[in-house]
């Protein structure tokens, strides 16, 4: 199940998990977001339990992605002990992701 994420549950969902989370930063009107959306939401299906998957729009919560310095999206970033440790810009197929984040 995916997380949706703004500023209000940020440090809840993500920096004080005590599992790992992949934040997706993606824009309603971005093209490779949407190829990337269905990939993600399968990541969240297939790691539940083991990873949390939480989505940051960035329009709606440009604050977020300013602070996480998103330049690029989509933008995933991974977060273990509420800090990142790996992230990747642009479009991946679901193995790439995988084998870019250790998942």
Do not use: H
Not at 93 to 102: C, H, V
């Amino acid at each position: 199940m995916e997380v949706i994420l703004s500023g209000a549950n940020f440090t809840e969902e993500v920096l004080e998990s005590d599992i790992p989370v992949l934040v997706d930063f993606w824009a309603t009107w971005c093209g490779p977001c949407k190829m990337l959306s269905p990939i993600v939401e399968k990541l969240a299906e297939e790691l539940d339990g083991k990873v949390k998957i939480g989505k940051v729009n960035v329009d709606d919560e440009q604050e977020l992605a300013i602070n996480y310095n998103v330049e690029v999206i989509p933008t995933l970033i991974l977060f273990k002990n509420g800090k990142e440790v790996k992230r990747t810009a642009g479009y991946f197929e679901k193995e790439e992701i995988i084998a870019n984040f250790g998942l």
